[in-house]
């Protein structure tokens, strides 16, 4: 139980950190940035802070030199497969309004439960489907889709819950294999040594409030990276329990709207937010000891 607790509160933090990051993607994608020039200065930021991390943690050779050379297989090829799926939301940010965004990605439990069925044998009873199902209902309250906002973007952003469901059930599965570290190090080195490449034939030079900006989002985003590894690394064959709590970042991101870009909250959005908060609290309420 403490276990599922402690990935209770690092899926919190990682919905915090998603809606901080999702806020700053939203801004630098309208300016001038291409997606590599982005991810590149931003997780070059997040890779030092990365490495330091690691040095007070137990060291880089205890969570990056794995004991097995097989040991390597999934943890790299989860970063791998993870490659399109920032270039995605780069451009969907762009070009898709953000309730449509967000309410695609809050699809994601949906997938993980799924996938926690078929991979992990997970038994997961009426009562989480149902919870699933008012946290979801809540979401759509607040962020009210526009669906006449449909394009291609949307279809193709669909990419994020299914494979992110798929990779995070992975680490729960496989999570001897490697450290949670170690996970969330060959999880963002890939799409980070790629769009440096890029960078280097099409370089920019930011300003000092936009290298301010990407300074945040390569924080942000190793906190996305370790807590959400470490969530489903510690939950094992648990990891829908913890899935519900993916809904907070609407709560995070309705703060994060009304304060950046003048979004208010009617009656509906707060109960809405209130369904959001009842999900988990009936989902700890009822997760067996």
Same mark, same amino acid.
């Not at 901080?20 to 590599?36: E, N, Q, V």
């Given at each position: 139980?403490?276990?599922?607790?402690?990935?209770?509160?690092?899926?919190?933090?990682?919905?915090?950190?998603?809606?901080?990051?999702?806020?700053?993607?939203?801004?630098?994608?309208?300016?001038?940035?291409?997606?590599?020039?982005?991810?590149?200065?931003?997780?070059?930021?997040?890779?030092?802070?990365?490495?330091?991390?690691?040095?007070?943690?137990?060291?880089?050779?205890?969570?990056?030199?794995?004991?097995?050379?097989?040991?390597?297989?999934?943890?790299?090829?989860?970063?791998?497969?993870?490659?399109?799926?920032?270039?995605?939301?780069?451009?969907?940010?762009?070009?898709?309004?953000?309730?449509?965004?967000?309410?695609?990605?809050?699809?994601?439990?949906?997938?993980?439960?799924?996938?926690?069925?078929?991979?992990?044998?997970?038994?997961?009873?009426?009562?989480?489907?149902?919870?699933?199902?008012?946290?979801?209902?809540?979401?759509?309250?607040?962020?009210?889709?526009?669906?006449?906002?449909?394009?291609?973007?949307?279809?193709?952003?669909?990419?994020?819950?299914?494979?992110?469901?798929?990779?995070?059930?992975?680490?729960?599965?496989?999570?001897?294999?490697?450290?949670? %570290?170690?996970? =969330?190090?060959? +999880? !963002?080195?890939? /799409? &980070?040594?790629?769009? #440096?490449?890029? *960078?280097?034939?099409?370089?920019?030079?930011?300003?000092?409030?936009?290298?301010?900006? %990407?300074?945040? =989002?390569?924080? +942000? !985003?190793?906190? /996305? &990276?370790?807590?959400? #590894?470490?969530? *489903?690394?510690?939950?094992?064959?648990?990891?829908?329990?913890?899935?519900?709590?993916?809904?907070?970042?609407?709560?995070?991101?309705?703060?994060?709207?009304?304060?950046?870009?003048?979004?208010?909250?009617?009656?509906?959005?707060?109960?809405?937010?209130?369904?959001?908060?009842?999900?988990?609290?009936?989902?700890?309420?009822?997760?067996?000891?």
């Amino acid at each position: 139980m403490k276990k599922i607790f402690v990935g209770i509160v690092l899926i919190c933090c990682n919905t915090f950190a998603g809606a901080s990051i999702d806020t700053i993607t939203k801004i630098l994608s309208t300016s001038s940035f291409m997606w590599y020039q982005y991810w590149s200065i931003s997780n070059i930021f997040a890779l030092i802070l990365f490495l330091v991390f690691l040095i007070f943690n137990g060291g880089i050779k205890k969570h990056l030199i794995l004991k097995k050379r097989s040991n390597y297989l999934i943890p790299v090829l989860r970063g791998i497969l993870f490659i399109p799926i920032p270039i995605l939301i780069f451009f969907s940010l762009r070009y898709l309004p953000l309730n449509i965004y967000t309410s695609i990605l809050i699809t994601m439990p949906f997938f993980i439960f799924i996938f926690s069925k078929i991979l992990q044998k997970e038994k997961i009873n009426f009562i989480h489907w149902l919870i699933i199902l008012l946290g979801f209902i809540g979401a759509l309250l607040v962020i009210k889709p526009d669906l006449n906002a449909i394009n291609v973007y949307m279809i193709l952003i669909f990419a994020m819950p299914i494979l992110g469901g798929i990779l995070n059930v992975v680490v729960s599965k496989y999570s001897d294999k490697a450290t949670a %570290l170690g996970y =969330s190090f060959y +999880f !963002f080195f890939p /799409i &980070t040594l790629i769009s #440096t490449i890029l *960078f280097l034939f099409d370089p920019i030079i930011p300003s000092n409030r936009e290298l301010l900006l %990407l300074f945040f =989002s390569g924080l +942000f !985003f190793i906190i /996305i &990276t370790i807590t959400w #590894t470490a969530a *489903f690394h510690i939950a094992g064959k648990h990891s829908s329990i913890i899935s519900p709590f993916i809904y907070t970042q609407i709560v995070w991101a309705s703060i994060f709207g009304g304060i950046f870009f003048g979004e208010s909250l009617d009656i509906i959005a707060i109960f809405g937010l209130i369904l959001i908060i009842a999900s988990g609290t009936i989902t700890i309420i009822f997760t067996p000891k």
